[in-house]
């Protein structure tokens, strides 16, 4: 049987723990046990495992039940390959070495169950923005993050700021808020949630996705 579909798609024999399959698909050599989003495994081979974990204990079952924000997460553990996506989205890799990284919730896909987690509020911020709820990553270990398209990564040298569903990523150490443009809202962006910005200052990075995300259809019953 011959056809171009097996050439460049064959599966990834790298011997990594982390690794791209391709740019929208997440191949993890598993060995022990590692954490992902609830639903974006897609195949795996071997002898592997899946349970709920629910939002992470009673704490941050609770700050999920106030925020409306959370990371539904799914404990995998054996030995074998797998492979995690999430609609297609790009997929990219950031490296933890003792270090801090925080990232929206909705852009989660896996991590090393090495590094501690938790829900972290936007300091400055009220109910009325919304999406001002994220989880922070920190030690050693691998995180993999969805972006909806190509993102940018923003280097934070001067005041910076990003619409509050299109910020994926940001150094941990950077001082964040919530800027409301008063009447801004039909004029920036894509709808009167463009009224509120995530406001980033400090020495750091961020990144942005090149979208505000997928969209889900209005229902009509």
Partial sequence: MRSDLFGTNLESTSGDRFGLQNPRMLRVALDGEVMARQGAMIAYQGQVDFAYQGSGGMGKFLKKAITGEGLPLMKVTGRGDVFFADDASEVHLVNLDNDSLTVNGRNVLAFDSTLAWDIKRVEGASMMAGGV?????????????????????????????????SAVAWSSSLTTAVRRTAGAGALIGRGSGEAFQLAFSGQGFVVVQASEGRTVPTHSH
């Fill in 133 to 165: 709820f994220n989880t922070t990553f920190t030690g050693t270990g691998t995180v993999a993050i969805t972006t909806h398209g190509e993102p940018v990564v923003l280097n934070v040298d001067a005041p910076t700021y990003a619409d509050i569903q």
